[in-house]
């Protein structure tokens, strides 16, 4: 059920002395956790998808306006933002609204422009024109992952946007070239895992986010070492772990835009 409440906090039972055994949720260690992509969840935006991975929620919005920043102006070129935030209480403790600090953290500057970055990737910005989209990324509850949930989201919060440009006549085809998703990898007690969860990722000898398009493109890679070193083969090990998760992500994207009538991402073609 989507929104079923855990029985106790934290989120995932406890992780065993040896993650050899049975990962948070019993999950082996290349499965991903339960992901869910509920389109129209905010009938009110151009396109809107909540995700549910695990127990991560993130709500994406997409919004289309007239117009794009002023350094791009008569160029004939569009351009895709994004936004991201967390509610107060998407962790265990209360986490206070950004805009009541006054400004920006530099975690939500990092997340956002990577968001950005990932969409960007995949859109032709001179067959959107002038026009700007701007993905709203807001995690309702947080259990590790909201990066890689928030842009796999808004990817197909993105299509579905430009798809209503284009049932209006607005474009004739979807400038979106393809779909893009992420994922996280890590070394957990010396094992190589697929898509951390909260407790998994603070116990990380090695955590890394991956962003790859559906052509198998890499569009970015952050990796870092919490404690001691990783191996080039480790490297290679996790990203092509990660390949094998998001390989199940872009199936679960095309499901839902199958069912929204667009059968073929960035092609216009619609069933």
Known sequence: MLWAVPAALPYNPSMSASVRSLR?????????????????????????????????????????????????????????TAEYAMLPRSTVTRTPRESERGKIGGRTHEIQRLIGRSLRSVVDMHALGERTVILDCDVIQADGGTRTAAITGAA?????????????????????????????VGIVGGETLLDLCYEEDA??????????????GLVETQATAEKGSFSRAQLNGLIDLA???????????????????????GSGTRN
């Open 24 to 80: 948070p949720g019993g999950r082996s260690h290349t499965q991903l956790r339960p992901l869910t992509l509920t389109p129209g969840f905010v009938q009110t935006a151009e396109g809107s998808v909540l995700v549910s991975l695990g127990n991560t929620r993130v709500l994406t919005n997409a919004t289309i306006e007239q117009g794009v920043p002023g350094w791009l102006r008569n160029s004939g070129r569009g351009w895709v």
């Open 156 to 184: 197909v919060a993105l299509a579905l946007a430009l798809e209503a440009l284009v049932k209006a006549e607005t474009l004739k085809t979807s400038p979106l070239k393809q779909l893009v998703a992420a994922t996280s």
């Open 203 to 216: 116990q990380a000898e090695v955590d890394m986010n991956v962003v790859m398009t559906a052509d198998g």
């Open 243 to 265: 390949e094998v998760g998001l390989k199940e992500i872009f199936a679960a994207q095309r499901a839902v835009l199958g069912e929204a009538g667009i059968s073929d991402q």
